[in-house]
């Protein structure tokens, strides 16, 4: 009976082993794929750095005994595959895999280590949360980023084909969209602001929804853009937490340095002209593009009854930046007048920035 009882468990801690050192290897290439983005796709330190730390911590607890009970020719698993394993269509999706992975892995480390070693159970717990912590931050850093690289910013209007319309723009280049519809119900709403974040993150865009935190709570959104009669910045962002996105309509140099002195990420300017979208507000004009051209330092676009035909004009005030509506939104082409847009402020910021260097 000893002998039998032996072998069993020496059979256990085989298993427990072999299951400690698989999910090691797991959150360890999960951690490095996450650590290969923050490196060369963000140009990040303090990112790549904490990724690397986490890599090295698992190291540690990654022992001889462990890796000694490694049986890959006789693992079940090795063969078993989802269609979804070999299908990635962006960044984004790479690195929400890759977090899941580690996460799950620190998990099962964390229980089963229970086993092995209570201080190796007790480390993966931490690292547990600081990979949620990373997710976090890595989030908040990449949203940041593609709102500075955003030249050009789609404002949707009410539309029969709206999702058609979004998809056509986003194949065309377009990185930051913005849900504008004060005309449906909430349940509508909801339901189109669901299905345009899928759309926007399947193409690497940032997703604003305007003026409804809750909305944006409610579907997980990049971010929200406030008007001037919606609640104050610090009040969004103590409800949308630091990693999102705040956006502020500003219409005066006044409302303008007002807005950045409270924390916005970035800025309306506008309306540059008169637009039905802002039926009966004055347009700002050009002037208020040059102002601030001058004196934002964070990123501001231009907006308000831009279109193909004025856009020379806008950029030629300063703007580097053009938020429109009806200019995509009512296109025949949306794709192909997305490009031309795109194109033009692309060609601007280059001229620019050689013109700086």
Known sequence: MGSKAGSQNEGYQSAVYRILDANLDRAREGLRIIEEWCRFGLNQTQ????????????????SNDLRAARDTPNDRGTDLTHPQE???SSVAQVLQVNFSRTQEALRVLEEYGKLYSGDMAAACKQMR??????????GGYERQQKLRQSTLYL???PSDHLLEVVEAALQGGLSLVQYRDKETNDLTRIENAKRLKQLCHR?????????????ALAVDADGVHLGQDDVPIAL???LLGSQRIIGRSTHSPEEMHRAIEEGADYIGVGPVYETPTKAGRPAAGLEYVRHAAAQAALPW???GGISADNLDAVLSAGAERVAVVRAIMAAEEPTLMTQYFVSQLDRVQTLRAHAIS
Not at 129 to 138: A, H, Q, S
């Open 155 to 157: 404002v949707t209007s």
């Open 47 to 62: 990112l790549t750095e904490e990724c690397k730390q986490l890599r090295q911590e698992l190291a540690h607890w990654h």
């Open 86 to 88: 070999a299908e990635r």
């Open 301 to 303: 676009f231009a907006i």
């Open 129 to 138: 949360y600081r990979v949620y912590t990373l997710e976090t931050r890595l």
């Open 203 to 215: 193409y690497d865009a940032l997703f604003i929804i305007n003026d409804r935190i809750d909305l």
């Open 236 to 238: 969004a962002r103590q």
